[in-house]
């Protein structure tokens, strides 16, 4: 029997970019710069693109760059990614916020790439994750911005029956004998409410992995099962500690990732293995 045109997508990556850092049916990851990675590659591959790169901030992973360069470069491979996504495909971009001296101190960095992006941008997603720093000088930050970009405006892939919020509070509520409300649930508002991976000793979240900058599988199974369908390529760039393989292998998606440090992708590998 022929592979699945998914199957044969992992096959042309190896052959285009060589052996992977690790591998399994249904994972591949390569400790490679993004964009080298996706220099190497035909157009059209992945059907989700979900990733958080460094924000410039000075994380222990992060070489840090003038903003003016650190926006080059996002533009670097987010073109990439454009060129990677399949017709029908999406791409969910994570990224908080950094200082522009003399002008702003929060400034959320998905504004200053917004329009760098050469995909169509659907909307804009409100992360309030409540845990977070204690600030005196202004509010205390609680929120992040998941920027939704599809590259066809009106075929995409959206399915909502997957994600709907069962937590209606007049389910059965009709009019002229009719259903008010879908019973499978409501539309999720562009507000979503979920913790964040906290750590620390008393709090720390019971997904938590040695990574500072840990993705909430509850968002990425969201996401994951609204914008691609079972057995649909997703690809991570920045794959860090591996949160949207493990998302994705629950979904009974095939997935990919990069990421420059070894020292995530063996969290990563650890943490798919427990999974498959």
């Not at 901030?57 to 903003?67: A, M, R, S, T, V």
Request: positive net charge; charged residues 25%.
């Amino acid at each position: 029997m022929a592979k699945s045109n998914v199957y044969s997508k992992l096959d042309q990556i190896k052959d285009k970019v060589g052996k992977p850092y690790f591998s399994s049916e249904n994972v591949l990851l390569y400790n490679i710069d993004c964009s080298i990675f996706l220099e190497s590659l035909d157009s059209n591959i992945f059907d989700l693109t979900i990733t958080s790169p460094p924000y410039n901030i000075g994380k222990e992973y992060e070489k840090n760059l003038k903003n003016g360069d650190y926006l080059k470069w996002c533009e670097k491979w987010l073109n990439q990614i454009y060129q990677s996504t399949s017709s029908l495909g999406s791409f969910w971009l994570n990224l908080g916020y950094f200082e522009i001296p003399e002008r702003g101190k929060c400034v959320p960095i998905s504004y200053l790439l917004w329009d760098k992006v050469p995909f169509y941008f659907l909307q804009e997603i409100i992360w309030y994750y409540k845990a977070g720093v204690a600030t005196k000088k202004y509010f205390s930050p609680r929120n992040e911005k998941y920027m939704w970009y599809v590259k066809n405006p009106t075929r995409y892939t959206f399915n909502l029956d997957d994600v709907r919020d069962k937590n209606v509070k007049y389910p059965n509520q009709k009019k002229n004998g009719k259903l008010k409300c879908n019973p499978l649930g409501k539309n999720p508002t562009n507000v979503w409410d979920i913790p964040k991976v906290t750590s620390g000793k008393n709090r720390s979240s019971v997904e938590r992995v040695d990574h500072p900058a840990q993705f909430p599988l509850a968002i990425l199974d969201r996401i994951i099962k609204a914008s691609s369908n079972k057995k649909e390529l997703i690809f991570d760039p920045f794959m860090g500690s591996g949160s949207v393989a493990v998302s994705a292998i629950n979904n009974d998606r095939i997935v990919v990732g990069c990421d420059i440090n070894k020292k995530y992708l063996e969290i990563a590998k650890t943490r798919i293995k427990n999974q498959e």
